[in-house]
């Protein structure tokens, strides 16, 4: 059967280009590769344990371009030093297609690791509007949303009720409720990401995008940290930590470790992304129908999340090209994007999913995750922001240790921006 499927298919194709099934050269008459073939993909960890059933039902249907998934660690920071050793490699690099992270594009495209796509082979206008633009370098397409994220506030709603208290919609009534509520139930208050990693930068800049700062500015050229709003930022979660309404361990939280401190009962109020609360949410979790989630609160209402999420790339030295294309097609396609939500919890880039009545009654978060997504502010678009990234996250990591007060910190955040500018 399965060769009847391969040799069927070749004569299907015969008549059009001339493609995989037999050796061809790689330049179709559009200056494009055709060739066909077996590729990787390489993702940071797959926190839902999904991507090996979709990745299963491509390779069943492409016995001749059958994917190996690479599933590199959870961090972002260490699946980003794996993929830029890896990339470095050229020719004898082993990933073809890359996960990457919304933030990395500008890096890995700069520094020419990826191959420029052909914006009509993807169906972009279909995606949710501020999606597209983390794909883009210099106004070329350099890789395909795959995921989005928005950060959310996941909250102990049987507490909440017990207490008569709304959700929090400012971080005074978050510091209020973690101070006064958490302790009476033995929780700790408040948690996000805060251990020095990628993580630690996206809860900052949340906290600075929240009191209508930001970082950099002009798509990177300006500095623009220091400012009260930064520094009101910083200090909240700073003061947070200094009051003990943050617990101590959170400085050494990730995704992972921060949902596992929630779902265990441990925290009252956890900053995280969706994924967290359809886990926390599943049956088996110890707080199944007792989490609720609302927007990230801000200084004087609801906050700004930063935009997280992952876009599909092709390596400049990938194997086969044409294949590379056509399995971001499938993966983007609207039916894997409802596996990517159903099967993975994680938030898909089509706009259309986000309006199905069956979806939004599974997943009842959806409005809230549409709007905070729309909402959302990139991390500053720069061909160095893994150096942007680190002076973020040793600063803030000192602010929130109590090594240095949140003013000094931000103060020292600006000059060592300036110097990875102008270096
Ligand atoms: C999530 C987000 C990603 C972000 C990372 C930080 O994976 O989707 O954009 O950089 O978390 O830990």
Redesign the pocket.
Known sequence: MRWMATAGKCLLVLGLVLTGCVPVDRRGSDGEDTERGPLTLAT?GDLTGYLGSVLGDWNREHPDEQVTLVQLPDS?DETHAQMVTDLRRGERGRFDVLNI???WTSEFAAAGWLRPLARDRFPLKSFLRPVVDTATYDNRLYAVPYVT?AGLLLYRKDILAKEGVSPPRTWAELEEDAKTIAPKYELNGYAG?FLA???LT?NAAEAVYSARGSILGDEGKRVTVNSTAARQGIGFLARGVREGWIPRAALSY??EESKQAFQDGRLLFLRN?PYAFASASAPGSPVAGKVGVVPLPGPDGPGRSVL???DLAVSAHARYPDTASRLIAYLTSEAVQRQVLTRGALPPVRASLYEDPDLVKKFPYLPILRSSVLHAAPRPKSPRYDQVSLAVQAAVQDALAGHQTAEAAVERLSRELHAVRTH
Do not use: L
């Open positions: 940071a972002a992270d919304v933030s994220n990401q990693y990628e993580g996206v990730k995704e992304w997280g999420g992952s």
